[in-house]
């Protein structure tokens, strides 16, 4: 869990009120349907949250939820139908692996990623759409503002810019468009996948391109060494020797110079 | 031109049944009239929380189709009336309709709903089974369709209050009390649905002393998070979370003590449903549910009884019809007294639930008298099994639960069947009385800058009372592209539509926003007034400050205000980038291939010709007949095999159907309106709808000595023997569920249970000294079929009950067979030494499904049967368009079940084939070419197999499959595809609006 830093707080002691600032994308079979009876219902929800409207949650791409975040929202909720709801079949079970996916990368960031949550609310549910709003405004408040614009936030620029190139990677969007297929009807050999093998492959793909994305990043502006990186990032250098590799391979680094007994490595425009 | 038919079909009842034959009526270029008794059309579904075996929330399935209804062209809704006069012939009827008026002017009212706020009288609400709270003046629930208020003149004491707050002066007192109609179809179609069983006079059970003994609709109530104890089950006593729940089956059903002998059908699984969604509402909460049989014949009903007994724990003891409840004075628990083996048991629950029966509707004999139909001994309507729609007066058709109990997805098969039906009689009225609007032309917006206009809603004081109307509109004028903003009272109302169209001509507005309530309902209306100013309806935007703002932020003006700014600022980004769009238009071939030549296959075949269309019917064997060869007799008394002929000769005479028989498909391409099919034999056909009815098998079993003892047969072959003559045993048993409900293959096969009483009727009747011993888990005759199962037993066949843990045994010894079981009711084993046994072996899928699925692209389940697009209200329909199932290819049935399917299939693909050209969506994905790798996810993940692979192996999705969900879109590994009017662009702008004025990078 990340702190927030210190001037987030003066400006909320400082200065108006604060309010969250949350966008709730809501499908508009369900959720939609739901916010519109807790209306009807006369359901007396905190104002901080609005809605846009969409027609399945399978079409928020979880890179777009990231950016908003890095742009400064204070909180991302999506809402869909229940497993089994959906009108579009089966586009909610699609919105699910992408969020775990997305919160998942979030969580590796001192970010976090409670400020992003994927719920599902059906046509009849007044109550629970009021309180899964009101339990999520509440938790947004307790973080405080976002504090990406904030001095001192660099860190965490950097870390969600990792996040949403890791979110646009072909490589992992391609898996997570299969993870569902080869969980559910086996893999094309018609054997059945073990859920924690699955999990286990998903899981390291994803570190290893949220490490190469976040080099990659680090290494935009400044010529970086492995051991800075290393630090950086909070992982042995072994392992980011291994991805700072990949990385050249891909095109993606270059080397620049050598410091000491460090070379330097830069990325490429581009990327 | 006298003698030609009307156009248009009348439909009595807006329930389920009612709402689904109108649309299909009015989607088929029908007029159509649905009278509705009650304010409002939904009938029991709307009070219903979850749907079984999907759990499925009722309302979130059934709303879509209420609106439908409600803002359809071609139909018009009729609340607060009841016929009360018929006369004329098939094809020109005169019905005299009568409706009350409530003292509410339908046409004026706008739903606002201030005068229910004000209205100072409250009462129960019977939606709500009385648990709830309504006013004397009411919608009776929040989605009501259409959606005005009624005063109910029990409880209105005339303060006057209500018309003095109706903005738009909707209320009259001094309104005539009724006003009475003529009106001209061409056939009428009776779906009044049925009334619950009342338990109150079964004193034993104390409904009416207890408070804690419920009905399962009342339940129900308490279940449904819009109920009155939003979704929480509480006692009715205390108000207290109920530990222990029980559920009696058969309340009102199988009581021969009060003259009501038939199953109601669908109990058993309703309070399975209610006992599994309690136990998920409240934890810890353990139900136990108590029937005679546990009669799942629906589809995968099975499954959903073995994840309820062996996942959730919920206990269902049978064998026991539970005849009274005791209540502790002091503690206030219920005690039911039960038989398990040989104990009798004492058990104390917190709630008891009755599973309550259907009867005919409260108004069936009014109806059976005005229209002249005529009533079986139970008092719902009477049929033949081969025309199971129609009733003794031509031109009038019965849908739903008026016909017998039934679910839901019967109930639409039907309900479409009987449309089909009316079409058929009213066909050459076609397209005589719908409504068609002329639009001027199109405004060409392209490249010009945004000039957006925006309308705030007052809505009475819905919005205004709490929201600074004025000061959001003043807002809105300072916004990037606004040139224009007002605030209306009701911008719903006629006049100010008629305004947006001059506002839109006057200040040559190019994109227009409504700020008011929720586009669910009212996109339509305003998109209509777009294309009447000659703007092109996407060009539209509604910000919803009411349902999302003043509604649910009632005490918070000025947090209120901010947000309906922050909203109309977001829609205003949005709007900024909408794009005028074109729903593309497919053309319709007028032609229809049937795959299958059993009965469902030409019976559908049959039915489109009826409506005028051409059919291609194709049957793999070289004779048509399919599964029907093999029955010989039927419990009603129709000779099946005398009908079959006369099936075939009318297939063989009808011009319009092409018969293809020894061969199957080849190759299948194309979509709705447009197939391309090859055939094994070379033939080539080009079709616009298709209908699967491949049928299904005879299980073959490997069970009891069967192909090894000539003296073992199947129920199938009992029947040819029968029909040979010279046929006498004397010893014969019938043993259940071969091959059904069985580790192997879970499900049950509906039908045999009622096979078994048929045949072992026959066997009574023909030599009464024979003795038939029927085998049994659960006897299954559910709705009237229950009548064969007492006639059965009347006449001295024996049952006895096994389980899966004492399975029946067979022996095979040089003296003949022995046949051994433990019977669970009497608790003692058998011995039987049988000259005769016959297996009552399983519907099994046809193996050969795979690969029709394979060339269809359309879906099996587990088991191998086709998966239909929505087990409830799309029971006879693919997910892709065009294509359509029926009968045994779905799921066992019986033949009644099938030949309702397959008329309901014809007359969706009739519906189909009655246009030039079809509208698809416009909101589609699209994929930029430049960017596509052919990676091939997006196919992967579409639900609609709308996207293929273009020469270049690039995707390319076809406009006319794709419903618009964008799950590609968020998928797409290169980002290379993107979504019409929810493109990446708009919603990012619509979000980072709240945060960024003037939108973002």
Redesign the interface.
């Known amino acids: 869990m990340m702190t927030p830093p210190a001037k987030a707080k003066d400006k909320a002691a400082n200065a108006a009120p604060w309010e969250p600032?949350i966008?709730a994308?809501c499908c508009?079979?369900?959720s939609?349907?739901g916010?519109?009876?807790?209306?009807?219902?006369?359901?007396?929800?905190?104002?901080?949250f609005?809605?846009?409207?969409?027609?399945?949650s399978?079409?928020?791409?979880?890179e777009?939820c990231v950016?908003?975040l890095r742009?400064?929202?204070d909180g991302?909720l999506v809402l869909g139908?229940?497993p089994?709801?959906c009108?579009?079949?089966?586009?909610n079970y699609?919105?699910e692996i992408?969020m775990e996916w997305a919160r998942h990368l979030l969580g590796k960031t001192s970010f976090g990623s409670e400020r992003l949550l994927l719920d599902w609310v059906?046509?009849?549910?007044?109550?629970?759409f009021?309180t899964i709003v009101t339990d999520f405004i509440d938790s947004v408040k307790q973080m405080g503002p976002n504090p990406i614009d904030d001095d001192g936030s660099q860190d965490i620029r950097d870390e969600l810019d990792a996040v949403r190139m890791t979110l646009?990677?072909?490589?992992?969007?391609?898996l997570?468009?299969?993870v569902?297929?080869i969980r559910d009807k086996g893999n094309v050999y018609g054997e059945n996948v073990k859920r924690s093998e699955l999990d286990a492959l998903v899981g390291d793909a994803v570190e290893s391109e949220y490490l190469r994305n976040a080099i990659l990043v680090l290494a935009r502006e400044k010529d970086m060494s492995v051991p800075e990186l290393a630090e950086r990032l909070d992982r042995d250098p072994q392992l980011i020797m291994k991805h700072v590799v990949r990385l050249r391979q891909r095109n993606a680094l270059e080397f620049t110079k050598i410091e000491g007994n460090d070379p330097l490595y830069k990325t490429m425009g581009g990327f | 031109m006298a003698d030609k038919a009307i156009g248009a079909v009348m439909v009595v009842g807006g329930g389920i049944a009612g709402i689904q034959s109108a649309l299909d009526l009015a989607d088929g270029g029908f007029r159509v009239y649905v009278i509705e008794r009650s304010p409002s059309i939904g009938g029991v579904m709307a009070q219903l929380d979850k749907t079984f075996p999907t759990n499925d929330c009722s309302m979130c399935i059934l709303a879509p189709k209420l609106v439908d209804a409600g803002r359809h062209p071609n139909i018009d809704l009729k609340i607060l009336s009841e016929v009360t006069g018929f006369k004329g012939k098939p094809g020109n009827f005169k019905v005299e309709i009568t409706r009350k008026t409530l003292s509410v002017d339908l046409d004026k009212c706008t739903g606002c709903g201030e005068c229910a706020e004000i209205c100072p009288v409250e009462g129960t609400n019977p939606f709500d089974e009385n648990l709830g709270v309504r006013k004397a003046i009411y919608v009776p629930f929040p989605q009501a369709v259409p959606l005005v208020y009624t005063i109910d003149r029990s409880m209105c004491i005339g303060c006057g209050e209500c018309e003095r707050f109706c903005g738009p002066n909707a209320i009259v007192y001094d309104m005539e009390e009724t006003v009475t109609e003529s009106i001209k179809v061409g056939a009428v179609i009776l779906a009044p649905g049925f009334e619950e069983f009342d338990p109150s006079k079964l004193t034993a059970y104390g409904y009416k002393d207890y408070p804690n003994v419920v009905t399962s609709i009342e339940f129900e109530r308490m279940m449904s998070a819009s109920g009155p104890t939003g979704g929480h089950i509480l006692s009715p006593l205390d108000g207290r979370i109920p530990e222990k729940v029980a559920f009696l089956h058969c309340i009102g059903s199988r009581d021969s003590s009060l003259g009501i002998t038939y199953c109601s059908s669908v109990c058993c699984m309703y309070s399975l449903k209610e006992a599994i969604i309690a136990q998920e509402h409240t934890p810890g909460l353990k139900t136990h549910l108590f029937a005679m049989d546990f009669r799942a014949v629906g589809k995968q009903f099975e499954d959903y009884r073995i994840r309820a007994e062996e996942e959730l724990g919920i206990k269902i003891t049978k064998n026991n019809r539970i005849g009274s409840i005791e209540e502790d004075p002091v503690t206030r628990k219920l005690t039911i007294r039960y038989i398990e083996g040989d104990h009798i048991l004492d058990e104390e629950f917190d709630m008891v639930v009755l599973g309550v029966g259907l009867r005919p509707p409260i108004n069936g004999d009014y109806l059976a008298r005005t229209f002249g139909v005529e009533l079986n001994e139970h008092g719902f309507t009477a049929h033949s099994t081969f025309k199971p729609l129609e009733t003794n007066v031509p031109g009038v058709f019965v849908a739903g639960a008026f016909r017998s109990p039934k679910d839901i997805p019967d109930t639409v098969a039907e309900a479409s069947g009987a449309a089909a039906l009316a079409a058929a009689v009213v066909v050459e009225g076609r397209g005589d009385l719908v409504t068609e609007i002329e639009y001027p032309e199109e405004r060409d917006v392209e490249g010009q800058e945004p000039r957006i206009g925006v309308f705030v809603c007052h809505c009475g004081t819905n919005i205004g009372g709490v929201v600074d109307v004025p000061g959001v509109t003043e807002y809105a004028r300072g916004l990037p592209g606004v040139v224009f903003a007002d605030d209306n009272l009701y911008t719903c109302s006629a006049d100010t539509n008629k305004y947006i169209a001059n506002m839109i001509k006057d200040h040559d507005l190019n994109r227009v926003i409504v700020a008011s309530c929720t586009p669910r309902t009212h996109e339509p209306l305003f998109r209509q007034t777009l294309k009447e100013a000659g703007l092109n309806p996407y060009l539209f935007e509604m910000a919803n400050i009411r349902d999302h703002c003043s509604w649910i932020h009632m005490h918070e003006p000025n947090e209120a205000t901010e947000k309906s700014k922050d909203l109309v600022r977001m829609t205003v980004s949005k709007a900024r980038l909408l794009e005028p769009l074109v729903k593309p238009r497919i053309p319709i071939t007028p032609r229809a291939l049937v795959i299958g030549g059993g009965l469902s296959g030409m019976t559908a075949a049959l039915e489109i010709s009826e409506q005028g269309f051409e059919v291609d019917l194709i049957e793999k064997t070289n004779a048509l007949g399919g599964n029907l060869r093999r029955v010989t007799h039927s419990i009603t008394g129709e000779k099946p095999q005398d009908i079959l002929k006369e099936t075939i000769a009318a297939i063989n005479e009808r011009k319009l159907i092409t018969l293809h028989t020894g061969t199957e498909i080849e190759t299948l391409t194309g979509y709705m309106g447009n197939f391309d099919v090859t055939l094994k034999d070379g033939a080539v056909l080009k079709v616009g709808a298709i209908v699967v009815a491949s049928g299904a098998i005879e299980y073959k079993p490997t069970e009891y000595y069967y192909g090894r003892n000539p003296n073992v047969i199947t129920q199938l072959e009992l029947e040819e023997e029968m029909t040979k003559g010279a046929f006498a045993p004397k010893n014969v048993i019938i043993i259940q569920c071969v091959g059904a409900r069985d580790e192997n293959h879970h499900n049950c096969s509906r039908i045999c249970c009622t096979t078994s009483m048929k045949n072992a009727i026959a066997l009574k009747k023909a030599n009464p000294n024979t003795n038939v011993y029927i085998i049994y888990k659960d006897i299954r005759t559910y709705g009237f079929n229950e009548d064969s199962y007492l006639e059965a037993a009347r006449l001295g066949v024996v049952f006895a009950r096994y389980s899966d843990e004492s399975k029946p045994r067979l022996s095979y010894t040089k003296k003949g067979l022995v046949f051994r079981v433990f019977d669970r009711f009497t608790n003692t084993e058998i011995t039987i030494a049988p000259d005769l046994v016959v297996l009552n072996a399983a519907t099994h899928p046809d193996p050969k499904n795979k690969v029709l699925a394979g060339l269809l692209k359309v879906p099996l389940t587990q088991e191998g049967y086709f998966l239909e697009a929505h087990m409830k209200l799309r029971p006879v329909e693919f997910a892709t368009d065009g294509i359509f199932a029926c009968g045994l290819a779905l799921g066992p049935k019986f033949i009644s079940e099938s030949i309702n399917q397959a008329t309901a299939a014809a007359g969706k693909v009739a519906a189909v084939l009655s246009k030039d050209f079809a509208e698809a969506e416009a909101n589609t994905a699209e994929v930029d070419s430049e960017i596509c790798t052919g990676c091939g996810t997006c196919i992967q993940v579409c639900p609609y197999s709308a996207i293929e692979r273009g020469e270049d192996r690039k995707a390319v999705v076809n406009a006319v499959l794709c419903k618009g969900c964008g799950t590609c879109v968020a998928t797409c590994p290169e980002l290379a595809i993107d979504i019409h009017h929810y493109s990446n662009e708009q919603l990012y702008q619509q979000a980072i609006a709240l945060i960024k004025n003037g939108g973002g990078a």
């Open positions: 600032k966008v994308f508009n079979w369900c939609y349907a916010a519109d009876l807790a209306g009807v219902s006369r359901v007396q929800i905190p104002s901080e609005r809605i846009v409207r969409i027609m399945c399978g079409r928020i791409d979880p777009l950016r908003l742009e400064g929202l991302v139908c229940h089994g709801d009108h579009y079949i089966d586009g699609f919105a992408k059906s046509a009849s549910e007044d109550q629970l009021a646009s990677d072909f490589r992992l969007r391609a997570m468009g299969k569902r297929t």
